[in-house]
């Protein structure tokens, strides 16, 4: 089986994969053809595509794994299986949060993915962003996803000092 990509295969990358206009144009400036450019910009979006299954792959095995942990063996686990328990966290709670909606998280940035799955993260905002990458087979900007999940964090309280 060859992993050569066909040119034909390639040509949903120009509108899919964010910041593909700057990426040819440095292509084109470096001198690649404009079918090795678009080869470029194919093998970056498999890369990741294989990177957000990853991590939702990564994040069920753990789960299940946990499950069978007894105490005091998660650690020696994590340990063995080579991952931080801050990234084992990061992978779980993104498998519990996009494990049945793949579609949507692979059109999500692994960066967007991370936060909606934060524990901090609005229930609200996240669903909403999700039934909308659902409704337009698009995903906001990680920026964008930031900016929503800070708005809808309450304003902290103020102290009683600065009342006056």
């Not at 337009?136 to 102290?159: C, H, I, N």
């Amino acid at each position: 089986m060859s992993t050569a990509l066909a040119l034909k295969d390639v040509e949903f990358v120009a509108d899919d994969l964010p910041g593909h206009e700057q990426a040819m144009a440095a292509y084109e400036a470096a001198g690649l053809e404009a079918r090795d450019a678009f080869m470029l910009e194919a093998h970056a979006a498999r890369i990741l595509t294989v990177a957000k299954r990853g991590i939702l792959e990564i994040g069920q095995e753990l789960l299940a794994a946990r499950e069978r942990a007894k105490h005091g063996t998660w650690s020696a686990f994590l340990q063995r299986a080579q991952i931080e328990e801050r990234t084992a966290q990061y992978y779980m709670r993104a498998a519990q949060r996009f494990g049945d909606t793949p579609d949507v998280a692979a059109l999500l940035s692994g960066s967007a993915m991370m936060l909606m799955a934060a524990p901090s993260a609005d229930a609200v905002v996240v669903e909403g962003i999700v039934e909308e990458v659902r409704a337009t087979g698009a995903a906001p900007k990680v920026e964008e996803v930031k900016q929503r999940l800070a708005a809808a964090k309450p304003a902290p309280a103020l102290s009683p000092r600065a009342w006056g």
